[in-house]
């Protein structure tokens, strides 16, 4: 099993910036690809980044230019900068890792991001 937790998010003016944290626990060595959901209202949830093999990571082409993904191993723990936000970035943004032996997703609770015009 593997434990999520996100920290990170609140409240920004359009343009400014926010990073979010993601601390994984319990069975961390499963893990294969790690990255960041998002889901706005009356919206289905959708990539915003993902790093597999902590080797490449694939953007959404909405975020491209802006937001950044990276991660600290030694700590277990992903981070997604993101900078120049704006109002249609606003969502509960969610932590996510796979593992492809087992083909389980895990999931953290989601963090909300609000970004004012």
């Known amino acids: 099993q593997v434990q999520l937790v996100e920290s990170g998010g609140g409240l920004v003016q359009a343009g400014g910036s926010l990073r979010l944290a993601c601390a994984a626990s319990g069975s961390v060595r499963t893990i294969n690809a790690m990255g960041w959901y998002r889901q706005a209202p009356g919206k289905q949830r959708e990539l915003v980044a993902m790093?597999?093999?902590?080797?490449?990571?694939n953007y959404a082409d909405s975020v491209k230019g802006r937001f950044t993904a990276s991660r600290d191993n030694t700590k277990n723990t992903v981070y997604l900068q993101m900078n120049s936000l704006k109002p249609e970035d606003t969502a509960v943004y969610y932590c996510?890792?796979?593992?492809?032996?087992?083909?389980?997703?895990?999931w953290g609770k989601g963090t909300l991001v609000t970004v004012s015009s």
């Open positions: 790093t597999a093999n902590g080797v490449s990571t």
């Open positions: 996510n890792a796979k593992t492809w032996v087992s083909g389980l997703n895990y």
